[in-house]
């Protein structure tokens, strides 16, 4: 039986949507954990070659998103902490899980990985949710 797709995949998924557009595709959605992973280009590199934090805070951003807005409703975000462990290469597979799903905030919890497994950055994102969530 083939897995039913939830329907935040066709949004961010989209072309001209700003996950599309910087090579950031939402790979997995399901109530308390997506995955999304950033196709590195030639604009998603720094001056020394490796992947800018920007980019890797976007795909952070965007895969947390997602999770908190897994459940119905929908969110912008309020803050962010990321913390860059290491220097980072090639494309980065992003996992978002809750801390907390709430009615009018939610915290998601991000660990990003390189193509070899190694944690390249983790990080906390605070959403205000515009419409339903859970509490």
Same mark, same amino acid.
């Given at each position: 039986?083939?897995?039913?797709?939830?329907?935040?995949?066709? *949004?961010?998924?989209?072309?001209?949507?700003?996950?599309?557009?910087?090579?950031?595709?939402?790979?997995?959605?399901?109530?308390?954990?997506?995955?999304?992973?950033?196709?590195?280009?030639?604009?998603?590199?720094?001056?020394?070659?490796?992947?800018?934090?920007?980019?890797?805070?976007?795909?952070?951003?965007?895969?947390?998103?997602?999770?908190?807005?897994?459940?119905?409703?929908?969110?912008?975000?309020?803050?962010?902490?990321?913390?860059?462990?290491?220097?980072?290469?090639?494309?980065?597979?992003?996992?978002?899980?809750?801390?907390?799903?709430?009615?009018?905030?939610? *915290?998601? !919890?991000?660990?990003?990985?390189?193509?070899?497994?190694?944690?390249?950055?983790?990080?906390?994102?605070?959403?205000?949710?515009?419409?339903?969530? !859970?509490?």
């Amino acid at each position: 039986m083939e897995e039913k797709k939830h329907p935040i995949l066709g *949004v961010v998924n989209r072309p001209g949507q700003f996950s599309y557009e910087n090579g950031i595709e939402l790979t997995h959605a399901q109530p308390g954990l997506t995955r999304g992973v950033l196709h590195a280009g030639p604009n998603s590199v720094n001056p020394a070659g490796h992947i800018h934090g920007g980019a890797i805070a976007a795909l952070a951003d965007t895969v947390a998103g997602c999770c908190a807005c897994s459940a119905g409703g929908s969110c912008v975000t309020s803050s962010s902490s990321m913390e860059y462990l290491r220097p980072a290469l090639g494309d980065l597979f992003c996992e978002a899980t809750p801390k907390k799903m709430g009615r009018s905030l939610s *915290v998601i !919890q991000v660990v990003i990985t390189d193509t070899r497994g190694k944690t390249v950055a983790t990080g906390t994102f605070t959403f205000f949710m515009i419409q339903g969530g !859970q509490t």
